[in-house]
């Protein structure tokens, strides 16, 4: 192999990656939220932007920059602390809809976070894709799933876009969900959390109105179930669902739903705004005994 057909694969992928940048530059903003640096946003409809909640540290006086440098006034629709997503509405919003990927994100595939922090126009940082995982437990609370790349997270790129070859959107780029890690929230649930948001303006999230931890069942214990661990309840919050179900403590949660509890990751995936207002079955061990319980699931506080 001669120097030159071996350097035509590395040309044709930058000339690949650049035309990428390309495709989503116009569905892209720049996002004024906060003092300091701005951030970026992703149109997703044509008056909304998605961004990520953290650059937002004011609720009024916002605005956004398009890629042909019209300076826009946007309003906050609704946020979420948790999955650090926060849809924009603005009017007249001259762009592009970003296309989402019509595959997930596969680990060692090549992405591209594309954000566009100053009004010069869009940056880019090429990466791989890392992993893929969740539910994720963050500060805030629990994430469905993330995705990881070491592509370099520059100032201001939380709210842009990690895209693929092809220019599409695989998941929002952020920074604020756990201490500075380069993560993205699948295409899919961004925008599923936008469409919530656009709605109601929040997103509702499930409560019991308990304290546990995990705990090994003893074999003698496990009541007929294949099931080693579960979640040993050491709280019962008064006139909460739990209480009103008659969960007590020392009982040891194995089930809702049909879903099995190992750990309070479990717990929390199965605490989904979809089952805000659910009456669904509680599985428990209480002295070495199964039992089932029913209990309506609660909407936690400030969700």
Request: proline fraction near 5%; charged fraction near 20%; aromatic fraction near 2%.
């Amino acid at each position: 192999m001669t120097a030159s057909s071996g350097a035509d694969p590395i040309s044709a992928l930058s000339h690949q990656m650049a035309d990428a940048v390309e495709r989503i530059r116009r569905s892209l903003v720049m996002v004024n939220g906060r003092q300091r640096q701005p951030a970026s946003g992703i149109i997703i409809a044509a008056d909304q932007v998605l961004t990520a909640d953290h650059v937002l540290e004011r609720d009024d006086d916002l605005t956004i920059q398009t890629d042909d440098g019209r300076t826009l006034a946007a309003r906050l629709v609704g946020r979420d602390q948790t999955s650090d997503l926060a849809l924009l509405r603005v009017d007249a919003l001259v762009g592009e809809i970003a296309a989402q990927a019509l595959d997930p994100a596969r680990v060692g595939q090549f992405v591209l976070a594309v954000g566009r922090p100053s009004p010069g126009g869009p940056m880019a940082s090429l990466g791989i894709v890392s992993a893929v995982g969740g539910p994720l437990r963050t500060r805030r609370g629990m994430v469905e799933q993330v995705i990881q790349t070491d592509a370099t997270p520059y100032p201001g790129f939380s709210g842009g876009a990690l895209i693929d070859a092809t220019g599409a959107v695989l998941g929002l780029f952020t920074t604020g969900l756990i201490g500075g890690v380069a993560l993205a929230l699948p295409a899919p649930l961004a925008w599923r959390i936008a469409h919530t948001l656009a709605s109601q303006g929040h997103v509702r999230r499930g409560f019991l109105g308990i304290s546990s931890q995990p705990v090994t069942i003893p074999a003698g214990q496990r009541a007929g179930r294949n099931q080693e661990r579960g979640l040993l309840i050491v709280r019962v919050e008064p006139d909460s669902p739990a209480s009103r179900a008659g969960l007590l403590i020392g009982d040891i949660l194995v089930g809702i739903d049909g879903v099995v509890l190992n750990d309070t990751d479990d717990l929390q995936a199965v605490l989904s705004g979809d089952r805000v207002g659910a009456t669904v079955p509680a599985e428990i061990i209480r002295g070495g005994a199964l039992m089932t319980l029913t209990v309506t699931i609660g909407q936690r506080k400030g969700s």
